[in-house]
């Protein structure tokens, strides 16, 4: 009897991990296939510290744009980025606007696959360089996949999903994110490394809506 115990969980272990990488797989799908995403967030940053309310938006032809509030003690203070397809942009926390310079052939790949390997602040993270012209297959290696209890957030039932994720340009990543099953969406996402902790909750997800070019369009006063 013993024996077969240990054999059934034997059995069991390599499933259990199979299907938490496949519901990675479809979470990835989704934003990596998308034409146009739309993605609200809040974030808190090294255990409440840092409070912050963001928009992320990608489109096709390398555009995109990321705006950020972020509040710490008695600051408030707002930054952008906006990549038109050609040029990125950036305006600092303190508005003032940095030189423009080109967009990687990557970016769009690389934007993608970083929102679902390790969502919407960090993937914003390509607009100033990070990951920039690295290979979208390479840039982040998601693995060591571990299915986590069931859990709510909120109004949804979500499925817990751990896994490790190796930057090409970087440190590695614990990653949990809360999917919802019936979406295949992430409603939430911790990322720790051995500096920093981010956690994020996601109040807006749309895909292949129609978004007004002017977002992605740079300042005249560049």
Request: hydrophobic fraction near 40%; charge should be neutral.
């Amino acid at each position: 009897m013993k024996a077969f115990i240990v054999l059934a969980a034997a059995l069991l272990l390599p499933q259990e991990k199979n299907e938490a990488e496949e519901l990675y797989k479809k979470m990835e799908a989704k934003f990596v296939q998308a034409k146009t995403i739309q993605m609200k967030m809040k974030a808190a940053l090294n255990e409440g510290k840092v409070d912050v309310t963001a928009q992320l938006l990608v489109a096709e032809e390398n555009r995109a744009h990321f705006s950020a509030e972020m509040k710490f003690m008695d600051s408030t203070r707002t930054s952008s980025s906006v990549s038109d397809g050609k040029s990125i942009q950036l305006t600092s926390a303190e508005g003032m606007k940095l030189p423009a310079y080109e967009t990687p052939e990557t970016f769009g790949q690389l934007i993608r696959k970083g929102i679902a390997a390790c969502g919407g602040l960090f993937a914003a993270s390509v607009f100033s360089g990070g990951q920039a012209g690295t290979d979208p297959a390479t840039a982040y290696k998601a693995s060591a996949f571990v299915l986590g209890p069931k859990e709510k957030v909120g109004e949804i039932e979500t499925q817990m999903v751990q896994y490790s994720v190796a930057l090409k340009v970087g440190g590695d990543l614990v990653v949990m994110v809360w999917i919802d099953p019936k979406t295949n969406l992430p409603v939430k996402r911790r990322l720790t490394s051995e500096h920093k902790a981010v956690e994020e909750t996601y109040s807006e997800l749309k895909f292949d809506e129609k978004i007004d070019p002017a977002k992605f369009e740079l300042s005249k006063d560049k």
